[in-house]
C-alpha cells in the first residue's frame, strides 16, 4: 500500500478545487454542491464550508445515494439505501457533484440519473479528488485533485475524515475493482 | 435472502436492514416524481388467488414505483374456472417471463409450493391463517416511524388471533424487534395451542386497557370461521371493540392499528378509526414502502452471495 496524497495534500487540493470552482463559475450564486454516498458527503460539506469562506456568501450542500440507480444491482450483493438529502428544488441551479475517485463513471452516471429525479439543474459539474482513469462512459471531471495512472486492478482509497478518522489517499495491488462504487 | 415466505426466524439484522431500505423508499415516494429505476427490466407478478384490495394494489404500486413491469393475475377472470392447476397456473405465468411471484392463497405453504415448482424468488402476501410477513413489515415501520424504536414497546394484539395470518407474523416480527407483545381475545379466539408464540395472552381487554403503546385491532374474519366461534357480533364489540369509551381510557400517547379492511361498528367505532392516533392511513402508505424494499432486496444481488 502506498500513500499517494497525504491529509495535507487533500487539504490544499479542495481549497484549489473551491477557487477553481469560483473561478468557472464566476461566483458561487445559485451553486448546490451534492456529495455521492459515502464518501463524497462529507468532502461536499468540506468544499462547501470553503466556498462560503472564500466568497462569504452560503453554499448549501446535500448528499446523494446511487444505490436505487446502479446498473448492477443483479450482480453485486445489496449495499443497504442511506439518506438522499438535497436542499430544496434543484430546479435551475449550478450542481457541482463530487466524488472521492473517477473510476469507471458508472457511479456518475447514476448520480446524474438520481439527480434529474430532483429537479432540472441548469448545470452539472463533477468534482473528484482522483482520476484513475479507465472509464467505461463517456464521462470526464471538471475538477480533478490529482490525476493517478493505475492498472485496472489497483485499488484506489481515499480516507476522510469523518468518516475514516483521517484524510489520505492510498493505493495498493489487488484483484479487487477499486473503491469507487 | 431469496424469498419472504414468513416472519417466524427472520433475524435482527435482516428486519433492520429491510426497514432501513424502506424509510428511503418512504422518501421517494414523497418526491415529485415517485419513481426510481432500481428493478428497470424486471418483471413482478402478483398472483392473487384470494381476494385482496389493498395488498394487491400495494405490491403493484410498489413494483412500478420501481420501475418493475407487473404481470397481474386475479383468479376470478382467470383458467382456473376452467380446471387449470395451481401448479400449471404459476408455471405459465414464469413462463411469460416472470422474474418474482407474489403469492397469495387461501392453503397454508402455498408460497413455499411455488417457490419449489418455480425456483423464482416469492413473496408471500397470505397464505390462509398462516403468515402475511410483508403486513408485518409495514407494521413495524409504522411502530417504528411513531416511536423510534420498537425497543420496550408494549404491544397487544387484540381480536381473531385465532384465524390470524397477521397476528402470526406480526408476534415475530415485533419481539425480534425489542417489542412486549399480548394476544388479547377471547379463549375461543386464540389458538389452540400457543406453545412457541413469543407473546403472552390475556382473555379480558379492559383489565389491561391502559397498559399499552400500541393497539393492534384485528377484524373478525368471517370468512374463515371467526363469526361463528363467538356468540354474536354484538357481545364482541361489547367486550373487545375499540368503543369510544375504551378509547378514552387508553393512555393518551397510545396508537391505534389495524390492518384494514376495518369494519366500523364491531372492532373499531368511528370515532377512534377517524383520530389521529389511529394510524391505519400510515399502515397502508408505509406498505408501498416496506413493500418496495423487499422487492428490491429480492430482486437485488444478494441472491447469489448466499
Not at chain 1, 439543474?121 to 482513469?133: E, K, P, S, T, Y
Not at chain 2, 399502515?283 to 423487499?294: D, I, L
Amino acid at each position: 500500500m502506498r500513500l499517494v496524497m497525504s491529509g495535507e495534500d487533500m487539504s490544499r487540493v479542495l481549497r484549489r478545487i473551491a477557487h477553481e470552482i469560483i473561478e468557472k463559475n464566476r461566483g458561487v450564486s445559485n451553486l448546490v454542491v451534492v456529495g455521492i454516498r459515502t464518501r463524497g458527503g462529507p468532502l461536499a460539506e468540506r468544499l462547501a464550508a470553503l466556498l462560503e469562506e472564500i466568497e462569504a456568501t452560503k453554499v448549501p450542500s446535500g448528499i446523494v445515494d446511487i444505490g436505487m440507480y446502479r446498473d448492477d444491482i443483479d450482480t453485486r450483493p445489496h449495499i443497504e439505501l442511506g439518506p438522499t438529502e438535497v436542499p430544496g428544488d434543484l430546479d435551475g441551479s449550478t450542481v457541482v457533484l463530487v466524488d472521492d475517485v473517477l473510476f469507471t463513471g458508472r457511479t456518475i452516471r447514476a448520480a446524474l440519473d438520481a439527480l434529474a429525479d430532483m429537479g432540472r439543474a441548469a448545470v452539472v459539474q463533477l468534482a473528484v479528488i482522483v482520476d484513475r482513469g479507465h472509464r467505461e462512459l463517456p464521462i470526464r471531471a471538471d475538477f480533478v485533485g490529482k490525476n493517478l495512472p493505475t492498472s485496472h486492478n489497483e485499488h484506489v482509497t481515499v480516507l476522510v475524515a469523518e468518516i475514516d478518522g483521517e484524510d489520505g489517499v492510498w493505493i495498493e495491488g489487488s484483484d479487487d475493482e477499486g473503491s469507487d462504487r | 435472502m431469496k424469498h419472504m415466505l414468513t416472519m417466524e426466524g427472520v433475524d435482527r439484522p435482516t428486519l433492520d436492514s429491510l426497514l432501513n431500505d424502506a424509510d428511503e423508499f418512504f422518501e421517494v415516494m414523497h418526491r415529485p416524481i415517485p419513481k426510481v429505476p432500481a428493478l428497470r427490466g424486471k418483471t413482478v407478478a402478483t398472483m392473487f388467488f384470494e381476494p385482496s384490495t389493498r395488498t394487491k394494489l400495494s405490491f403493484e404500486r410498489a413494483a412500478k414505483a420501481l420501475s418493475a413491469d407487473i404481470l397481474s393475475f386475479s383468479p376470478g377472470t382467470s383458467s382456473l374456472k376452467k380446471g387449470e392447476s395451481l401448479k400449471d397456473t404459476v408455471l405459465t405465468v414464469k413462463a411469460m417471463g416472470a422474474d418474482l411471484m407474489v403469492v397469495r392463497h387461501s392453503s397454508t405453504g402455498a408460497a413455499w409450493r411455488v417457490a419449489e415448482w418455480t425456483g423464482l424468488p416469492v413473496v408471500n402476501g397470505g397464505d390462509g391463517c398462516h403468515q402475511h410477513p410483508t403486513q408485518a413489515l409495514l407494521d413495524s415501520l409504522t411502530l417504528r416511524q411513531h416511536f423510534g424504536s420498537l425497543e420496550g414497546l408494549r404491544i397487544a394484539i387484540v381480536g381473531d388471533i385465532r384465524h390470524s395470518r397477521v397476528a402470526r407474523s406480526d408476534v415475530w416480527a415485533f419481539s425480534t424487534l425489542g417489542a412486549g407483545v399480548t394476544l388479547i381475545a377471547p379463549p375461543t379466539l386464540l389458538p389452540p395451542d400457543m406453545t412457541g408464540w413469543p407473546a403472552a395472552a390475556r382473555t379480558d381487554f379492559d383489565e389491561v386497557l391502559d397498559e399499552f403503546d400500541a393497539i393492534y385491532l384485528l377484524r373478525v374474519q368471517a370468512e374463515r370461521g371467526g363469526a361463528s366461534v363467538f356468540p354474536s357480533v354484538a357481545e364482541y364489540r361489547e367486550r373487545f371493540g375499540m368503543t369510544d369509551a375504551r378509547f378514552n381510557r387508553l393512555k393518551p400517547d397510545t396508537i391505534v392499528l389495524h390492518p384494514g379492511p376495518m369494519i366500523r361498528g364491531i372492532e373499531i367505532d368511528s370515532g377512534p378509526a377517524d383520530d389521529p392516533r389511529c394510524k391505519v392511513l400510515s399502515q397502508v402508505t408505509n406498505g408501498v414502502a416496506v413493500r418496495m424494499a423487499v422487492l428490491f432486496q429480492l430482486l437485488g444481488g444478494t441472491r447469489e452471495h448466499e
